[in-house]
């Protein structure tokens, strides 16, 4: 059974930085292109970064160029994403998902206030 948790999400000052990590299991997790989406109050979830399965492509949203960086650990089965530079427009439930399968873990909040 396909299984996804995240965490690291929390409340911080824009400026500030913070990682999440998506903890994976059952499934080849060394072979799937994953994805981190976010969703925001009242918005569409939102494709935020993508990476392959050997880590050597990945993209990013425009409005998260620069700032984000996605990263993977397949000894550890664990996505990353590593976000600086946080700004209000960053607030928002944070899920990774396998590329292929229609799976999502349960998420974990982010939010940027002063």
């Known amino acids: 059974q396909v299984h996804l948790v995240e965490s690291g999400g929390g409340l911080v000052q824009p400026g500030e930085s913070l990682r999440l990590s998506c903890a994976a299991s059952g499934f080849s997790f060394r072979t799937a292109d994953m994805n981190w989406y976010r969703q925001a109050p009242g918005k569409e979830r939102e494709l935020v970064a993508s990476?392959?399965?050997?880590?050597?492509?990945?993209k990013y949203a425009d409005s998260v160029k620069g700032r984000f960086t996605i990263s993977r650990d397949n000894a550890k089965n664990t996505v990353y994403l590593q976000m600086n530079s946080l700004n209000s427009e960053d607030t928002a439930m944070y899920y990774c998902?396998?590329?292929?399968?229609?799976?999502w873990g349960q998420g974990t909040q982010v939010t940027i206030s002063s």
């Open positions: 990476i392959s399965h050997n880590a050597i492509g990945t």
């Open positions: 998902k396998v590329r292929d399968l229609n799976v």
